[in-house]
């Protein structure tokens, strides 16, 4: 369920409109970092069952409905005003179809939709991220993390098996263990492989294509 918000004078003092997503005919009111924001209930029950379920759910005897004014605003925990301004924005852009962001906006927007079951709000992020540069590391990290298709990392697992240098130890915590060793394990095979010539080398992947293509389809039981 929503957190209740706060009855503490103090906190009152310090509330504001947010000065975007406060909009005149929202019917449905949130409480985040000291912002309230008013949009529209029609968005978070269409698109997400857990919103669905969670503003469906009858008030008690004798109690206000949640989210339907200031007073009564649904407060989130855990999460920034900012991000979810850039999560609104994906409802609310002004240029309709042409969704034009910075990678860590979308990372911030995919990590919402996640949490609340917003699946076509993933797959616009997920869209929008994979015409956009980003490290493999952190494109890894943030796949795994919101359970994007795996079969979308493929080359950046390729990418990461054939460089000259090994994950360094920073690289391997961001990764977690199970990733870590199965690049690390990639990479011995990789290289354990000898070349057109015959020669074996101990820093280069001398893989073709489609070899390490099987190989990390099967070391990262893709399919």
């Known amino acids: 369920m929503f957190s209740h918000q706060s009855s503490d004078s103090e906190g009152f003092t310090a509330l504001r409109r947010h000065e975007e997503y406060y909009l005149t005919g929202g019917d449905l009111f ?6 309230h924001f008013r949009v ?3 968005f978070f029950e269409r698109e997400s069952q857990w919103f669905k ?4 759910t009858p008030a008690s005897p004798g109690a206000i409905r949640q989210g339907t004014s200031e007073s009564t605003a649904i407060v989130l925990d855990n999460v920034k005003a900012s991000n979810f301004a850039k999560f609104l924005w ?3 852009n002004p240029k309709y179809s042409l969704y034009k962001a910075r990678v860590d906006d979308w990372v911030a927007i995919m990590e919402l939709a996640h949490r609340w079951g917003f699946h076509e709000v993933m797959k616009l992020a997920t869209r929008e ?11 890894i990290v943030a796949y795994h993390k919101f359970e994007i298709d795996r079969s979308l990392l493929l080359h950046r697992y390729a990418a990461l098996t054939a460089r000259e240098e090994p994950l360094n130890l920073e690289e391997g915590m961001a990764l977690g263990m199970d990733t870590t060793l199965k ?3 990639a990479r011995e095979v990789a290289r354990a492989i000898p070349a057109a010539d015959g020669s074996r080398s101990p820093t280069s992947a001398s893989l073709p294509a489609e ?10 039981e893709i399919t």
Request: aromatic share 16%; no cysteine; net charge negative.
């Open 30 to 35: 949130f409480l985040i970092e000291q912002n």
């Open 40 to 42: 529209h209930r029609y």
């Open 53 to 56: 379920l969670q503003l469906g």
């Open 90 to 92: 994906v409802f609310y």
């Open 129 to 139: 991220i994979e015409k956009l540069e980003m490290p493999d590391i952190d494109r």
């Open 183 to 185: 690049i690390f394990r």
């Open 211 to 220: 070899e390490m293509q099987s190989l990390i389809l099967d070391l990262f």
